[in-house]
């Protein structure tokens, strides 16, 4: 789970040696898939005995309990903070004390963003105090603050015709939510858009499910060449009342104040643990808060029931994920020597609510076998496979040529609390983590342990 903006994230991967008939060779299976899907079938108790362990059992909330512990304890976490590192160095002694092997530290780089104070009143037609929380990466406005009157548009289509009215003016963007891919875009482009038209300063209408008069930030994106502007996201409930007043033909005049500044980028680290495989060490399977606690759990899950895959699963937690995957994009640069090694990278980052299947990009073979592998969660209940199962941390891989999955859950509890105050310990359910990391664990330990790796296209 992520608080707000800059949170660290953990991936789970699978890796493998290349030698043996464990992988495939130019493409080409050492077995029929029938002896494959057979194979799968031979993993029935284990996944039942792990489903049991994680729902049932005595590791029923585990995940829960300590994703609240590191959560109350250290806050938010965001990239460059103490609480980042604080938190980072609390899970390291974790993943020690729980007995999983090779726990280290891997120095990376990471921007280092500082909110500051911030405010914005609206002083005309009446005076009216907004929420707001700046965007990641933006400039601050100067001491006294942007006064200035709004234009508020619906679509960069309507910036555009309306550009001559835009000049030193806030725009404020009240941009209807569609789904989160596509409205997204006006979050990352749009202060880039008021500035190319003239404009002081960007106000987002926040791109979210569902609101309670809460922002919701993230990151945005300056340009080369265009000037950079102050920007922050505003309530849904402001931009449209903002939206109700223009129509009307009132005047709006809005006083912002940013304190937000960027500093040299920071030192920290993203934190490895692991099972070690049995047979092909080398070779191998690999999210953010819930998504990487059920990560740690999977293997914590696999440990208690004494399994030890063939191949070794790796858990990583990346740090700086939301500016576009930093901490994973070092990682991946040190390790991508190795990627022929690399059966599976599975990543966690829509949140852990009721799972809804498992998405996949990878071969038709890959996809076929993945589609027996979730059949073992006919237990409770959750055996689709989807497609798209690209994350902003293991697409990097799933580039290469690696096998990538994503948990699919329900996204639009997820994007009703997405980076906003709202994201709290509150939101999670510890059942729903339950059956979250029970299919986290099935999954990854099958595809560790099954003798050949995955195909790849």
């Known amino acids: 789970m992520k608080f707000l903006l800059f949170t660290f994230v953990g991936v789970v991967h699978l890796l493998s040696t290349n030698s043996g008939k464990a992988i495939y060779r130019n493409g080409i299976s050492q077995k029929t898939f029938q002896e494959i899907k057979e194979e799968i079938a031979c993993y029935g108790d284990v996944a039942k005995a792990i489903i049991n362990l994680a729902v049932y059992g005595k590791a029923q909330n585990r995940s829960y309990e ?12 965001l990239s460059g903070s103490k609480s980042l590192e604080k938190a980072i160095q609390i899970m390291y002694q974790n993943l020690q004390e729980d007995g ?23 002083l005309e037609p009446r005076n009216h105090k907004m929420a707001i929380l700046g ?12 006064t200035a009157e709004v234009l508020v548009v619906t679509s960069f289509d309507e910036l555009q015709r309306r550009a001559p009215e835009a000049r030193g003016k806030i725009v404020v963007y009240n941009q209807p939510y569609t789904n989160y891919s596509s409205t997204v875009q006006y979050r990352v482009q749009g ?62 005049v809005i006083q912002l104040k940013m304190g937000a500044r960027s500093y040299p980028d920071a030192d920290s680290f993203n934190t490895v643990a692991e099972i070690t495989g049995s047979k092909y060490p080398e070779q191998g399977a690999m999210d953010d808060g819930g998504g990487a606690f059920i990560s740690w759990e999977a293997l914590s899950l696999i440990k208690d029931l004494g399994l030890r895959p063939k191949r070794t699963l790796r858990l990583v937690l990346w740090t700086a994920e939301e500016q576009g995957g930093i901490g994973a994009f070092q990682y991946y640069q040190l390790h991508k020597a190795n990627s022929s090694n690399y059966s599976l990278v599975m990543e966690s980052d829509s949140g852990t609510f009721l799972p809804s299947g498992l998405q996949f990009t990878g071969s038709d073979k890959a996809r076929a076998i993945m589609e027996e592998v979730m059949s073992l969660l006919k237990p409770i ?30 996204l639009h509890k997820y994007f009703s609390f997405h980076h906003s105050h709202g994201d709290t310990m509150t939101v999670m359910d510890p059942k729903q983590m339950n059956i979250a990391a029970a299919l986290w664990a099935v999954v990854s330990y099958v595809v560790a342990d099954m003798e050949e790796m995955l195909p790849r296209s």
């Open 100 to 122: 999983l092997e090779n726990v280290h530290l891997e120095p990376v780089k990471i921007p280092h963003w500082e909110r500051g104070e911030e405010s914005a009143v609206m």
């Open 381 to 410: 209940n959750i055996t689709q496979v989807f497609r798209a199962g690209e994350g902003t941390d293991i697409n990097f891989w799933i580039q290469a040529g690696v096998p990538g999955a994503s948990l699919l859950d329900d």
């Open 135 to 146: 965007l990641g990466s933006s400039i601050g406005t100067p001491p006294e603050g942007i």
């Open 191 to 252: 202060a880039v858009e008021a500035a190319k038209v003239g404009a002081l300063a960007s106000l987002i209408r926040s791109v979210a499910s569902f609101s309670i008069y809460s922002p919701h930030t993230g990151v945005q994106e300056y340009q080369d060449g265009v000037p950079k502007i102050p920007t922050a996201c505003i309530t849904v409930e402001d931009a449209e009342m903002m939206s109700r007043m223009v129509s009307r033909g009132n005047r709006i």
């Open 66 to 77: 300590r994703l609240a512990l590191l959560v109350d304890t250290v806050g938010p976490r």
